[in-house]
């Protein structure tokens, strides 16, 4: 689980990076508003911790823009003030000071809340994939997917309309975050022959190729 935090405040930051990695959630600290919101708007993450008193965008601004982009993260507000107005778009919100553990506590049922591993189908255009029996198909096409393929489409559709990079696919779906050399060969092959399964001739494009970035599954240009 990827978990953003955005906090500028380093020692709160520090604590909470501590706190969230010593729970097994891969952290990401983010110190001021612009790096918070250009990393929820081009990353994947499971959820942000998001403090509303920040330079250079406050976290309402941040949580607006996001969800006017129709980025739905969950999405946990850090306020020292206890008004309405800074939890009317948030998922929820604790009041500092706070305790670690109720932080944790709060992150466990947020994510428990949207667990993406509740849905049993996943689905984008005329692409269809059945999660129970692991059958893949596309319109009246059933494609016949390796292993290692079926859990690549369904890794890219879970995050449909995000950028996935390949460290994302090397450390999600190889499960190897410290393998001494790249994936990225191997994570290239694999989405060639993928593409090429699902993306037939004269039928539209779904998966594309973010040069230098990663991949994105969707409908149209990237």
Same mark, same amino acid.
């Given at each position: 689980?990827?978990?953003?935090?955005?906090?500028?405040?380093?020692?709160?930051?520090?604590?909470?990076?501590?706190?969230?990695?010593?729970?097994? %959630?891969?952290?990401?600290?983010?110190?001021?508003?612009?790096?918070?919101?250009?990393?929820?708007?081009?990353?994947?993450?499971?959820?942000?911790?998001?403090?509303?008193?920040?330079?250079?965008?406050?976290?309402?601004?941040?949580?607006?823009?996001?969800?006017?982009?129709?980025?739905?993260?969950?999405?946990?507000?850090?306020?020292?003030?206890?008004?309405?107005?800074?939890?009317?778009?948030?998922?929820?919100?604790?009041?500092?000071?706070?305790?670690?553990?109720?932080?944790?506590?709060?992150?466990?049922?947020?994510?428990?809340?949207?667990?993406?591993?509740?849905?049993?189908?996943?689905?984008?255009?005329?692409?269809?994939?059945?999660?129970?029996?692991?059958?893949?198909?596309?319109?009246?096409?059933?494609?016949?997917?390796?292993?290692?393929?079926?859990?690549?489409?369904? %890794?890219?559709?879970?995050?449909?309309?995000?950028?996935?990079?390949?460290?994302?696919?090397?450390?999600?779906?190889?499960?190897?975050?410290?393998?001494?050399?790249?994936?990225?060969?191997?994570?290239?092959?694999?989405?060639?022959?993928?593409?090429?399964?699902?993306?037939?001739?004269?039928?539209?494009?779904?998966?594309?190729?973010?040069?230098?970035?990663?991949?994105?599954?969707?409908?149209?240009?990237?």
């Amino acid at each position: 689980m990827r978990v953003l935090v955005v906090e500028d405040e380093r020692k709160i930051a520090a604590v909470l990076a501590a706190a969230l990695a010593g729970d097994h %959630y891969d952290v990401v600290i983010a110190g001021n508003g612009e790096d918070g919101f250009f990393r929820a708007s081009a990353e994947v993450f499971d959820l942000v911790v998001l403090d509303i008193m920040l330079p250079g965008r406050s976290g309402l601004e941040i949580l607006r823009a996001l969800r006017q982009r129709q980025i739905h993260t969950p999405v946990l507000i850090l306020t020292a003030r206890d008004g309405v107005d800074d939890r009317v778009h948030a998922d929820d919100y604790l009041v500092k000071p706070f305790a670690v553990p109720e932080l944790l506590a709060r992150i466990r049922a947020l994510l428990r809340r949207g667990r993406p591993s509740d849905v049993l189908r996943l689905k984008a255009v005329d692409l269809e994939l059945d999660l129970v029996g692991r059958r893949a198909t596309r319109g009246d096409r059933s494609l016949d997917l390796t292993v290692r393929e079926f859990d690549l489409l369904e %890794y890219l559709l879970r995050h449909q309309g995000h950028l996935v990079s390949r460290e994302m696919l090397a450390h999600d779906v190889w499960k190897e975050p410290r393998r001494a050399t790249p994936l990225d060969n191997v994570i290239d092959v694999q989405m060639v022959r993928l593409r090429k399964k699902v993306d037939a001739p004269g039928a539209p494009r779904l998966i594309h190729t973010v040069r230098g970035v990663g991949f994105v599954l969707r409908e149209g240009e990237p």
